[in-house]
């Protein structure tokens, strides 16, 4: 397997508080990786810095993409959705990529189809409900055709059906993608490998199936077992 992108000793500080502390990791061509964690364990910060969008220290280098090969989709869709329409959000990528109008039109509908929402071209974003508004947020970047997808918490905060929908849409996206959650519902549909963090430590990876029947180490990571959510795979 090819590595697409390598993490070093990376750390992360926000004036006096350690937000990663000496995180490796080797993010393998397809992998489906899980990030879980408690609140405040990391996991957003691990995405801005892969994305390049906070000030870190260690390395983080990109041996068979560039940076801007990696598509962030933010927790909350209002950072992302900033257009006056669906459509102008999620032409915004392939238009910066100088993709000609064609083009970008081809994909802005192929986006908006693969999260079910064809037809909403011309609706204001910030008029949509939030299972919407997290779908369009996830158009934006699929719109871009990314060789590798950071989500972070794509199901958090939504309805049972909005959940699902999510889950199937991560779930049809054939790219290596890291999926930063509380929801281990989902990384357990959607992933074959899992990281633990916890106050900035990496405590755990393996195959996500291990860690999420390991009652033992999710519990000394704040995170609870899940025999009832294990039998809906
Ligand atoms: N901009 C910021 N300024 C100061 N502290 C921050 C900032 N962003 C996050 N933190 C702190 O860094 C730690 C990790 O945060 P975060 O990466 O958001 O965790 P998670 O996504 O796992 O909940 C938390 O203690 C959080 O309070
Ligand atoms: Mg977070």
């Keep these: 397997m090819e590595a697409l992108i390598k993490i070093e000793n990376l750390c992360v500080k926000y004036e006096e508080k350690v937000a990663l502390d000496g995180i490796d990791l080797i993010i393998n061509e397809g992998e489906k990786i899980g990030i879980i964690g408690p609140n405040g364990a990391g996991k957003s910060t691990l995405l801005l810095a892969i994305k390049g969008l906070i000030k870190f220290t260690g390395k983080i280098s990109f041996p068979g993409i560039r940076r801007s090969d ?13 257009m006056p329409t669906v459509f102008d959000d ?3 990528g392939p ?3 100088n993709l000609t109008e064609t083009e970008v039109k081809v994909r802005v509908k192929e986006s908006l189809e693969k ?7 011309k609706r204001p974003p910030h008029h ?3 299972g919407e508004k997290k779908k369009v947020a996830i158009a934006t970047v699929l719109s871009m055709k990314p060789s590798v997808y950071l989500f972070d918490e794509p199901t958090t905060g939504l309805d049972p059906l909005s959940k ?14 890291l999926i930063a959650t509380h929801d281990l519902e989902l990384i357990s549909k959607v992933t074959d490998r899992t990281i633990i963090l916890n106050d ?9 199936q291990d860690i999420l029947t390991n009652k033992e180490l999710l519990a000394r990571n704040k995170l609870y077992p899940l025999e009832q959510l294990l039998k809906c795979r």
């Design 70 to 82: 990696v598509g962030l989709v933010f927790q909350n869709p209002d950072i992302q959705l900033f």
């Design 164 to 177: 699902y929908e999510i889950t199937k849409i991560l779930c049809s996206i054939d790219r290596t993608m």
């Design 128 to 130: 949509l409900s939030e």
């Design 115 to 121: 999260v079910g929402l064809s037809g909403f071209e």
């Design 95 to 97: 238009i910066n990529q």
């Design 200 to 208: 900035g430590k990496l405590m755990a990876e393996g195959y996500t």
């Design 90 to 92: 999620v032409a915004f």
